[in-house]
């Protein structure tokens, strides 16, 4: 059997699970109210096209000239979207391919005005139904200027016999939920840090060799949680640059698909005892979870560098082979979860005979569930149907009504790693435990009939670690003596 350090999860009783379990959801909740009450992320204005049309053009074909509000580093990015409605139409259903003419222009702090870029013509269409799709026109992931002109043209639409009208949109980020971002992410990095501190702290008496899969995940997630909470995060309001955005992007990746890697990881590892191979059991591990990272990453990048280059660029119209990238992801992802199901099978069919494992086990699942449960209620919650469509990768961030879908998602990963640190740190008795019995599958098992069934091993696997070969070595003299 696999020697372990011991757990605080092999000395918790019914209620002290229940007590565990009851916290983490009332810290979880209590973010979820303070995000209730913040204020919205995104902040609107909205325009009539009429009102911005040059006089003697049609709306059908613009030009429409249009000037953003006053912009700080702490609206963070700009979203120009272009809403339409067909009036006084029994087509019911349709679609509309036309072609959108931008240029645009950034006002400096003394006022002059600079060209950005020349004109730049992209393909949409004009979709409607009951109303009409929301039409992204640019995107700007960070902000150089103190305001923008744009300059906004169509063509492909003035053949349409029903009339339209045109609405634009500015949207960007609320200042007064940029603070409340920047003072949650820096609280949940100090949390991260003490609990990170204090986990390491309490396995400094024990040698690495005998940690359990849990805890030396523990180890590796909770740093990556730091980096997840993004204690570079206020550097976006101090440089004008798209570097800390994609550094904020990068962590994240990282950090939840090390989290997919733990579950496998650690579902397998329960049950396999001794050394772990590299090939056989990490690599296949590696390759699906590093599938799904190079997935994400590389999305993330492609659009930022075009976007450096041309604002209108949106990924999900303009990669002619979106299509398959969302093909090639979604077949990674069923099969991590297949893969993960099986693992999670064959744990329970191998480990229901034996107690401490499958109580590492069964808190894991139970804890996890809850977590994934939550989370597809945030995602459902957040963007409805359209969770399954494909503006639900490209237009993210436009989607957030209030603090809450922020607040809730951060705390509920926090919180379930705060959760999983506690259990899996050794109890305050955790060495004088290691100290009469090595295995702590056996180190609540004291009376003789524990004994005959499952044996000691106590003098054959002592503990890596000078104090508890010392006490075993002081117990030996003594029943020599008697």
């Given at each position: 059997?696999?020697l372990?350090?011991?757990?605080r999860?092999?000395?918790?009783?019914?209620?002290?699970?229940v007590?565990?379990?009851v916290?983490?959801?009332?810290?979880f909740?209590?973010?979820?109210?303070?995000?209730?009450?913040?204020?919205?992320?995104?902040?609107?204005?909205?325009?009539?096209?009429?009102?911005?049309?040059?006089?003697?053009?049609s709306v059908?074909?613009?030009p429409?000239?249009l000037?953003?509000?006053?912009?700080?580093?702490?609206?963070?990015?700009?979203?120009?979207?272009?809403?339409m409605?067909?009036?006084?139409?029994?087509?019911?259903?349709?679609?509309?391919?036309?072609?959108?003419?931008?240029e645009?222009?950034?006002v400096?702090?003394d006022?002059?005005?600079?060209?950005?870029n020349?004109?730049h013509q992209k393909?949409?269409?004009?979709?409607?139904?009951?109303?009409?799709?929301?039409?992204?026109?640019?995107?700007?992931g960070y902000?150089?200027?103190?305001?923008?002109?744009?300059?906004?043209?169509?063509?492909?639409?003035?053949n349409?016999?029903?009339?339209?009208?045109?609405?634009?949109?500015?949207?960007?980020?609320?200042?007064?939920?940029?603070?409340?971002?920047?003072?949650?992410?820096?609280?949940?990095?100090?949390?991260?840090f003490m609990?990170?501190?204090m986990?390491?702290?309490?396995?400094?008496k024990?040698?690495?060799?005998?940690w359990g899969?849990?805890?030396?995940?523990?180890s590796?997630?909770?740093?990556?949680?730091l980096?997840?909470?993004d204690?570079?995060?206020p550097?976006?309001?101090?440089?004008?640059s798209?570097?800390?955005?994609?550094?904020?992007?990068?962590?994240?990746?990282?950090?939840?698909c090390?989290?997919?890697l733990?579950?496998?990881?650690?579902?397998?590892?329960?049950?396999?005892?001794?050394e772990?191979?590299?090939?056989?059991?990490?690599?296949?591990k590696?390759?699906?979870?590093?599938?799904?990272?190079?997935?994400?990453?590389?999305?993330?990048?492609?659009q930022?560098?075009?976007?450096?280059?041309?604002?209108?660029?949106?990924?999900?119209?303009?990669?002619?082979?979106?299509?398959?990238?969302?093909?090639?992801?979604?077949?990674?992802v069923?099969?991590?979860?297949?893969?993960l199901?099986f693992?999670?099978v064959?744990?329970?069919?191998?480990?229901?005979?034996?107690?401490y494992?499958d109580?590492?086990?069964k808190?894991?699942?139970?804890?996890?569930?809850?977590?994934?449960?939550?989370?597809?209620?945030?995602?459902?919650?957040?963007?409805?149907a359209?969770?399954?469509?494909?503006?639900?990768?490209?237009?993210?961030?436009?989607?957030?009504?209030?603090?809450?879908e922020f607040?809730?998602?951060?705390?509920?990963?926090?919180?379930y790693?705060?959760?999983?640190?506690?259990?899996?740190?050794?109890?305050?008795n955790g060495l004088?435990?290691?100290?009469?019995?090595?295995?702590?599958a056996?180190?609540?098992?004291?009376?003789?009939?524990?004994?005959?069934?499952y044996?000691?091993d106590y003098?054959?696997?002592?503990?890596?670690?000078?104090r508890?070969?010392?006490?075993t070595?002081?117990?030996?003299d003594?029943?020599?003596?008697?």
């Amino acid at each position: 059997m696999e020697l372990l350090a011991p757990m605080r999860l092999y000395t918790l009783s019914k209620r002290h699970f229940v007590l565990v379990f009851v916290v983490f959801l009332i810290c979880f909740g209590l973010t979820v109210f303070i995000g209730i009450a913040g204020p919205r992320i995104i902040a609107e204005q909205e325009h009539k096209g009429d009102q911005l049309l040059v006089k003697n053009f049609s709306v059908k074909t613009g030009p429409f000239s249009l000037v953003s509000p006053p912009l700080t580093t702490y609206n963070q990015q700009l979203w120009l979207t272009c809403v339409m409605q067909a009036e006084h139409s029994n087509v019911g259903d349709f679609q509309q391919p036309f072609e959108i003419n931008v240029e645009l222009k950034g006002v400096m702090q003394d006022a002059s005005v600079m060209q950005i870029n020349h004109v730049h013509q992209k393909s949409r269409t004009l979709h409607c139904g009951t109303k009409c799709d929301e039409i992204i026109v640019l995107h700007l992931g960070y902000l150089n200027y103190t305001q923008y002109q744009v300059i906004v043209s169509f063509k492909g639409l003035e053949n349409i016999t029903y009339e339209i009208k045109v609405n634009f949109v500015w949207k960007t980020y609320n200042p007064t939920f940029s603070q409340v971002e920047i003072w949650f992410r820096f609280v949940f990095v100090v949390l991260t840090f003490m609990v990170t501190c204090m986990f390491a702290h309490s396995l400094r008496k024990f040698s690495m060799r005998d940690w359990g899969i849990e805890q030396k995940w523990m180890s590796v997630l909770l740093p990556l949680l730091l980096l997840y909470n993004d204690p570079f995060f206020p550097l976006s309001f101090l440089v004008n640059s798209w570097f800390p955005g994609t550094l904020d992007a990068f962590f994240q990746a990282l950090f939840l698909c090390a989290l997919l890697l733990f579950w496998l990881c650690v579902y397998h590892g329960i049950r396999v005892q001794g050394e772990r191979k590299c090939l056989t059991f990490y690599l296949p591990k590696l390759v699906i979870v590093g599938l799904l990272w190079l997935s994400a990453v590389t999305l993330g990048i492609w659009q930022t560098v075009n976007e450096l280059q041309d604002p209108t660029y949106q990924y999900k119209v303009d990669i002619v082979n979106f299509e398959g990238m969302k093909v090639f992801f979604l077949v990674v992802v069923c099969l991590y979860i297949l893969y993960l199901i099986f693992l999670i099978v064959r744990a329970c069919s191998e480990l229901k005979n034996m107690p401490y494992s499958d109580l590492r086990l069964k808190f894991l699942t139970a804890l996890t569930f809850v977590v994934l449960v939550i989370s597809m209620v945030i995602l459902y919650l957040r963007f409805g149907a359209k969770a399954l469509q494909d503006n639900f990768v490209a237009e993210l961030s436009t989607h957030y009504q209030n603090s809450a879908e922020f607040l809730s998602f951060y705390g509920l990963l926090n919180f379930y790693l705060y959760t999983l640190a506690f259990v899996y740190s050794p109890s305050k008795n955790g060495l004088y435990d290691s100290q009469l019995k090595d295995n702590p599958a056996f180190s609540m098992l004291n009376d003789s009939d524990d004994e005959v069934i499952y044996g000691s091993d106590y003098e054959g696997m002592p503990l890596q670690n000078g104090r508890a070969i010392k006490a075993t070595a002081k117990y030996q003299d003594e029943t020599d003596s008697d």
